[in-house]
């Protein structure tokens, strides 16, 4: 039982940081049918200014302010060059393809995501970083009852990512934006006739969806102690899956992905082996694709004609 | 004068496909007219000549790795260029097939087949996997595609690293299958018709030979109606559908082949390096296979070779600091030519620059004599001219990376602005890029090999989608 918890435990941390990069994915899809590769690097990038910001305020044994600020900086930093990244990204590699065959934003998506992933390897080297979080939070707090034994960073990081989507479901609910957004994704066409600012709704979906990835980073670097230039490759890969599972462009169904995808790895991991821990996300995506192609919240498309 | 028979606005589109002018024009039109056979050959003997003027082990090896990245985009090109499906696990198809041949033709399993029915083996099995991976995969629809076959490319490379320790139900003791990270070594020379390849110069008229075959096929069916229907689905799928082509037949066809050609130069790959190894199927090969078949024009036969000679020789000599530097400063130079014009202008910029460089070179000198305290990193020609014009910090690490972020931001603000602006600021860029160059890229090739790879992809896309040879889509009246 106890066994059991603690892997629930870690497929709940890991699915929360699945679900909001899947979201990114979903977000910009949704509206572009862009598969956005580079989201995986971007989310990378976030978690390198998240452990800059770290090491700049004099590491995590010594902070030089309270630990609370030091959380709060590294997420914002995450976030703001993610996001900025994600929007240069937009406006430099995709939107002169925008009315070019499909085929040609995917493969500058590819070499995007090569050529983020091989500066980062130039910029910051090849080795793993820590954030050693252990010294900043002592692992001791947290919630230990009984058979829980949670500690404080998960806390943090499935509670923050619980507080981030219900933000998005808002935004894109009840806010203008989140209305324009809704309808570039139905119709392109007809929302730009009704007025409806395209460019800048395009640009606020790479935002948005690109913060959610550098909040990712950053929780990844604090939870699991890793931060390199590889990270962002096959997570992206994994949170695309998700997206692909819960229904491309439908965002309830991304965090449901993001969630189911987190808890089969972990599962797997626990009580199977982690060698083939990919293996078998690869499993329930082919899984999926045979018995519900549009995803499990997904509406089956239509094809436009 | 259209044919009978014959639409006149079919007829009349070669009229209207854009031609390119100038002297590289001229000898592709040329080229063009030649007959497909005399062209073949030529291209042949050409290649052929090369072990004749050299004996150079390293230019054989460089040699032989480019057919089989010809090989390669050749066959990437049915899937991406024709059918227009984007396959991400590619490279997946390449490992398979050199992994079964290691398989089928060493001690591994100690099983020694004949070459000949080994290879017919493993491009069949290719196919199969081909076809096993494409059928889920959401009638083909690109994106489901892409994401299928790039996580099948990186589950491929897992499986084989882990593939070194599995137990059998109904045997205790775990076997070895791939060798796990260390691969499996002492592959089998491939012997054809009495004949045994042994030395890379061997292969290097295998693979020739091989690429002959195979580029006179894909010509035959490039003209063929399989060829035509990848084309029109690649065009429009829905249109397509309406002609009754069975359009996911054909998709399914497309990806096939594409395997099956991945399978056979996986083969040779594998019996040249006498051994295969998980590091050998990685994706960085397959961004460079990409970036030959973007480069080079997706859809075109020739543009496949080029794209393939030209990514293949750089990518191999970027690993030497002075030949990489010759190819920096003259590719640099070649971009310059062709692209400011009148030569007035370019005679101007590259002026400009040297000057701009002296006088930084001699201002840092006096005042701060650090910056100018490093030698040159690459040993060449220009090596005591550069010392004199760029500035070479004693510990360039940092300053580099500074630079290349700079010079992205520089880059991308130039994208936007006007032509005159950027005549202007083109010295600065010019010294910027240099100064990167020789403060930072030269010391890791390796990730400076990565970079320009994924570069191509990106900047290819952005300024020239049909890339050096690729047909420029024909508008729709």
């Given at each position: 039982m106890d066994f059991f918890v603690q892997q629930l435990v870690n497929g709940l941390t890991l699915g929360s940081v699945y679900a909001l990069l899947a979201l990114g994915y979903s977000i910009v899809y949704g509206i572009l049918k862009l598969l956005n590769f580079a989201h995986g690097e971007v989310y990378m990038m976030g978690a390198f200014a998240g452990y800059f910001v770290l090491i700049g305020l004099g590491g995590p044994a010594s902070p030089a302010v309270p630990v609370a600020l030091v959380l709060v900086l590294m997420f914002l930093a995450g976030a703001l060059s993610a996001g900025l990244l994600g929007v240069a990204i937009e406006r430099f590699a995709y939107r002169p393809l925008r009315?070019?065959?499909?085929i040609a934003p995917l493969i500058t998506a590819l070499g995007m995501s090569f050529f983020l992933q091989s500066t980062a390897l130039l910029l910051f080297g090849a080795d793993v970083r820590s954030m050693d979080t252990s010294a900043m939070?002592?692992?001791?707090?947290g919630i230990h009852v009984g058979p829980l034994d949670i500690s404080l960073v998960r806390i943090l990081v499935i509670v923050s990512a619980a507080l981030l989507m219900v933000a998005l479901m808002l935004f894109v609910g009840r806010t203008k934006l989140g209305k324009a957004m809704r309808a570039v994704a139905y119709d392109r066409e007809a929302a730009e006739m009704m007025g409806v600012d395209v460019n800048r709704t395009i640009v606020a979906a790479f935002f948005i969806g690109s913060i959610l990835a550098g909040v990712a980073g950053v929780m990844v670097g604090l939870v699991f102690d890793r931060v390199w230039h590889l990270m962002g490759f096959t997570a992206g890969l994994k949170a695309f899956t998700a997206a692909v599972i819960g229904g491309i462009g439908n965002i309830p169904g991304a965090m449901l992905g993001g969630l189911l995808i987190g808890l089969a790895e972990a599962f797997s991991a626990g009580y199977?082996?982690?060698?083939f821990q990919n293996l078998i996300v690869f499993g329930l995506l082919i899984l999926v694709m045979l018995v519900r192609p549009s995803g499990l919240l997904g509406t089956p498309a239509l094809e436009k004609v | 004068m259209s044919q009978v028979g014959v639409d006149e606005w079919v007829a009349r589109a070669e009229e209207r496909r854009e031609r390119r002018g100038g002297p590289l024009g001229r000898a592709e039109a040329a080229w063009d007219a030649l007959p497909p056979v005399a062209r073949l050959v030529l291209f042949a003997a050409l290649v052929a000549s090369v072990p004749f003027i050299t004996d150079s082990d390293f230019v054989i090896r460089v040699g032989v790795n480019t057919l089989l990245l010809g090989m390669l985009a050749l066959g990437l090109n049915i899937v991406v260029g024709w059918a227009g499906l984007l396959d991400l696990g590619y490279i997946a198809f390449y490992g398979f097939g050199a992994y079964s041949y290691a398989l089928l033709a060493s001690d591994q399993i100690d099983v020694h087949l004949s070459s000949w029915l080994a290879i017919l083996i493993v491009v069949v099995a290719s196919a199969l996997l081909g076809l096993l991976l494409g059928l889920p995969s959401r009638r083909l629809i690109g994106d489901y595609l892409a994401i299928v076959t790039l996580f099948f490319g990186q589950i491929f490379v897992e499986v084989v690293v882990n593939l070194d320790r599995v137990t059998l139900p109904g045997s205790d003791s775990p076997i070895d299958i791939t060798g796990g990270p260390n691969g499996i070594p002492g592959v089998d020379p491939i012997v054809l018709l009495g004949f045994e390849f042994l030395t890379p110069t061997d292969y290097f008229y295998l693979t020739l030979g091989v690429l002959v075959v195979l580029i006179a096929a894909l010509y035959l069916v490039d003209n063929s109606r399989t060829g035509r229907a990848w084309r029109a689905i690649r065009e429009d799928p829905l249109a397509a559908s309406l002609m009754t082509m069975p359009v996911k037949r054909l998709k399914l066809l497309a990806f096939v082949c594409g395997a099956a050609v991945a399978g056979l130069a996986g083969t040779i790959f594998a019996a040249l390096q006498i051994g295969v190894f998980p590091r050998n199927f990685e994706t960085p090969f397959l961004i460079l296979i990409y970036a030959a078949v973007i480069l080079g024009g997706a859809g075109s036969i020739k543009g496949m070779l080029a794209g393939a000679a030209v990514v293949g020789i750089s990518f191999e000599l970027l690993r030497q600091p002075s030949d990489a530097s010759w190819i920096f400063y003259g590719g640099v130079l070649l971009a310059l030519v062709v692209t400011v014009r009148p030569w007035r202008v370019l005679a101007a910029v590259l002026a400009a620059t040297a000057a701009l460089g002296l006088a930084l070179h001699a201002l840092l000198a006096a005042v701060w004599p650090e910056a100018v305290a490093g030698a040159p990193r690459a040993d060449w020609a220009l090596s005591g001219a550069i010392d004199n014009w760029m500035a070479l910090p004693a510990d360039p690490k940092a300053a580099g990376n500074w630079a290349f972020v700079a010079l992205i931001g520089v880059v991308l603000w130039l994208t936007q602005a006007s032509r005159r602006t950027r005549l202007l600021v083109l010295p600065l860029l010019l010294y910027l890029g240099s100064f990167v160059w020789e403060n930072r890229l030269l010391l890791d090739p390796s990730v400076t090999r990565l970079l320009m790879v994924g570069a191509i992809l990106i900047v290819v896309m952005s300024l020239?989608?049909?890339?050096?040879?690729?047909?420029k889509r024909i508008e729709v009246m």
């Open positions: 009315d070019a065959p499909r939070i002592s692992p001791s707090t199977i082996s982690s060698t | 020239r989608p049909a890339g050096l040879f690729g047909a």
